[in-house]
């Protein structure tokens, strides 16, 4: 009977050990993957423009890209090609130095699960227009997206908004009031205005609305810093 038991326990203790030998692998082989993927994709990958259409696009999405497309033609409006790392956007940027870099907003391998979103910009304007669509994990309360995941499309907005006008910049005060909660996969207008430069001072406000104006869902203003020349 005695030995029994022990048997029982002995078996016991070989299958958890079993167990928690394949979870440990199982999460080394998940972590060192994800690694090489992002190591790997970053300075080897063929240079992609992701702020093209791709097939998660809404309808929504590409019926607000084509307008733009169409406006650029006239003038006034140019689309900003959208890479993943900082090195492709700003020439002779002394970040391009070092493997495995990758822009925050472009750091997933599959399309439409993250930030999905393409930008244009008018010059005379100084305005800069994102058409965004946020993915599933970009979850924050159950269905919405992340408050974080919205600040870090209105940076990105106003930020490259402010990039364009001005050159290289920082963020050193972002405020945001947000009104109404962003629906995952719905499609958002993004849109920035550098309002006053004052040294190397750059004002900006922002807004999101849904993609047919009807919704406000976030306003803010920023202040970026230009570099030191
Ligand atoms: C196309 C692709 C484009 C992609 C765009 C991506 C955009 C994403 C942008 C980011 O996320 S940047 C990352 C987040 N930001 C940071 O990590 C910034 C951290 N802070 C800093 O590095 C420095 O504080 C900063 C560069 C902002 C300023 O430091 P500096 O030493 O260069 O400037 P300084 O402190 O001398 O201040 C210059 C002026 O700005 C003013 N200033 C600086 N910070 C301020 C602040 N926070 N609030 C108000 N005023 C500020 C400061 O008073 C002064 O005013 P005056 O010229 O009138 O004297």
Known sequence: ??????????????????????????QETTISSCYYSVRHHCPTEELRDFG?????????????YNKFMELSKTGGWTRIP?????????EGDPLETGIGKRMFLRNLDS??????????????????????????????????????C???IID????????????SVM????NITYHKPV????????????????????YSSCHIQSYDGVILHAEATALFIKANQ
């Not at 009977?1 to 199982?26: D, E, N, P």
């Not at 106003?158 to 050159?167: I, Q, R």
């Open 1 to 26: 009977m005695v030995l029994a038991m022990l048997r029982g326990c002995r078996r016991l203790l070989h299958k958890s050990k079993t167990l928690y030998t394949y979870r440990i692998q199982h």
């Open 52 to 64: 093209l259409p791709n097939t998660t696009w809404s309808q929504n999405l590409r019926n607000l």
């Open 82 to 90: 959208s890479h993943n790392t900082i090195a492709h956007h700003l």
């Open 111 to 148: 399309d439409g699960l993250g930030f999905e979103y393409c930008m244009f910009y008018n010059k005379d304007e100084r305005r800069m227009v994102c058409l965004f669509q946020p993915g599933p994990y970009l979850e924050g309360p159950p269905g919405y997206a992340h408050g974080g």
């Open 150 to 152: 919205i600040a870090t």
């Open 156 to 167: 990105s907005t106003a930020g490259a908004g402010a990039v364009y006008t001005c050159g």
């Open 171 to 174: 963020t050193a005060n972002l």
């Open 183 to 202: 629906p995952l996969g719905s499609t958002l207008f993004v849109e920035s205005h550098v309002d006053k430069i004052q040294g190397r001072k750059v």
